[in-house]
């Protein structure tokens, strides 16, 4: 008899990832619009208001990871969600742009410690036989909010105040902390490994054999960073708002369809023959993305950017994983997020300096080198590694 999955755990703990997931998808594709309309910003300041939220998530997740070894994933998760909902009310005190600056930084922070705790109590709820399958629908939290949320996001901009989407957000945010009550699990006792947090050790946040896939990730990263932060302001200057609305949505359902199928192949066929075509791929959507003239074009290029990005992520996170013995695997997906974080959130900031100078348009075709560059060192790093270790089994097994 297979151990049940559908616990009322897993399902509240994957509505908490979900609902967290959604406040930070209603915020970046639109705060970037609100500090300019609000606060005459640059794009360079607007994009850093946008970016620095991530910047905050790699550090939530960078020292989070000690802190849930210490006292455990529940406490960790308690005290985060508590620190979600005040930074996501902190909103309406931030009169200037450093107050927003600052509570961005803070939110995103928060933000990081709740899915890492979140991440680490679906693994200890799930039953190991499952942990896969389990993991695998726990994820689609994070896609469906993608598709949602900056659907709702533009549409409420369009039609209401700004200050709504603080208001939803707050709400929701509380209804994270009151389901947190209804979670039962086998709370895992705090690891004795690490006794010191204040210890500083690099193998103690890094995970070493993940870092040049990690690498690859960050300029991946970087790459889609400005569709996040600068899509709706692009989007009012070609006059496309009302199709942008729909892009994450056409990209989350690309990502739904074809994930089940490039995670077959993958395991079959090895990483190579999904990442290279994932790039160009993406490259092609950047391409027309950055040249859309009309609603087809746009959402043609959110189609080919899911395939493309959204593939190249789960599988970049999954060689991470390979590469890692198990005992490290949790260090090695921290590794691979705080990269992959470090990329999302210096983009906005970068490209936003370099708008004034160039436009929207260039600055999104210039991303196609970056992600050439991107495919180039995946060669390099593990790609071609990958490869002749594939070329030297075929020979043993001859």
Partial sequence: MREKLWTRSFIITSTIFFL??????LLIVTIGTYTIGEFN????MAGLVSGIFIIGAFIGRLFSGRIIARTGSRVTLFYGLIAFIFTTLLYFGAANLPLLVANRLLHGAALGVTLNSTGTLIAEILPDSRKGEGIGYYSLGGILAAAVGPFIGILMVQKMEFSSIFYLNFGLSVICFLLFFFIRFPERAPSTEVEDVTRFKWTDYFEFRAIPISVVALLVGFSYSGIM?????????????????????VYAV???????FTGRIMDIKGPNIIVYPSLVLFAIGMVLFSQATNGFILLLAGVLIGLG??????????IAIQV???????????????????????????????????????????????????FVLYYFLHGKKHSNLKKVKKVKTG
Wanted: aromatic share 22%; glycine share 8%; net charge negative.
């Fill in 324 to 374: 890692t013995p198990a005992h490290r695997l949790g260090l090695a997906t921290s590794t691979y997020f705080v990269f992959f974080d470090f990329g999302l959130g210096i983009g906005p900031y970068i490209l936003g300096l370099l708008v004034p100078y160039s436009g929207y348009r260039n600055i999104f075709l210039f991303m196609v080198a970056v992600i050439f560059t991107a």
């Fill in 309 to 318: 990005y959204g593939n190249f992520n789960s599988i970049a996170q999954t």
């Fill in 254 to 260: 690309a990502v739904l369809l074809s994930r089940p």
């Fill in 41 to 44: 910003a640059s794009t360079s």
């Fill in 229 to 249: 932060a600068f899509l709706s302001i692009f989007a009012e200057e070609i006059n496309l708002v009302e199709a942008a609305s729909f892009f994450f949505f």
């Fill in 20 to 25: 967290s997931a959604l406040v930070f998808y």
